[in-house]
């Protein structure tokens, strides 16, 4: 029926509330990270597959190598990020 609205019920907003409340487990995020971790290396795999020119020309290799670092700072960057909230978090704070 269009448009009709029931109210919840009393069991509904207590699920509806506990729901609200859980803690997330960001499975979903860890998923996402997962799939553009595997689409990362898929990438670059097939792309160095079919134009392996890009690992001996020296103008290509010094493109990869600037990606390659920033990607590595990235990565560095969040590892510190994450020793420092442990840190936060051991402090109290």
């Known amino acids: 029926m269009q448009g009709h609205k029931r109210a919840l019920t009393e069991s509904d907003q207590k699920a509806l509330k506990k729901s609200v409340e859980a803690p ?18 898929e990438n670059w795999e097939l792309t160095f597959r079919e134009y392996p020119d890009l690992l001996t020309g020296q103008e290509n290799w010094k ?22 909230m442990l840190e936060s978090q051991r402090q109290g704070g």
């Open 63 to 84: 493109q990869i190598e600037k990606y390659s670092d920033n990607l590595q700072r990235y990565l560095e960057f969040i590892r510190s990020k994450h020793l420092k």
């Open 24 to 41: 997330a487990d960001h499975s979903i995020h860890i998923a996402a990270i997962e799939g553009a971790y595997d689409a990362f290396i």
